[in-house]
């Protein structure tokens, strides 16, 4: 996995490459910590590159909601995939984000 992150006055996007499995998840803690400080504006998590997501990314993008919640901010889900769109309806995650295409 990989991830670029760009800040743009209050909207920080997250570009997403890859599977999101559980050893990518570890992999970027770290930098996925720096977004959750960034959670008091907008979040855009662009998705349109990312092939697969576990239950351990899915665990990353409640935490950034969770985050978001608390500090006033959100979390926008951008161009998901067909196939990780089956997971957030399977997982109900469709209802927790504001999702675009």
Aim: net charge negative; charged share 25%; hydrophobic share 45%.
């Amino acid at each position: 996995m990989e991830i670029t992150i760009n800040k743009s006055d209050n909207v920080t996007t997250v570009r997403m490459i890859g599977r999101l499995d559980t050893t990518a998840a570890q992999e970027i803690a770290k930098d996925m910590a720096a977004v959750e400080a960034e959670t008091a504006g907008t979040v855009v998590l662009d998705c349109s590159e990312m092939t697969y997501i576990s239950s351990s990314g899915l665990r990353i993008f409640l935490t950034l909601r969770k985050e978001a919640a608390v500090r006033g901010g959100k979390v926008i889900v951008k161009s998901i995939s067909n196939d990780i769109r089956q997971v957030f309806m399977m997982t109900g995650f469709l209802n927790l984000f504001q999702i675009e295409d």
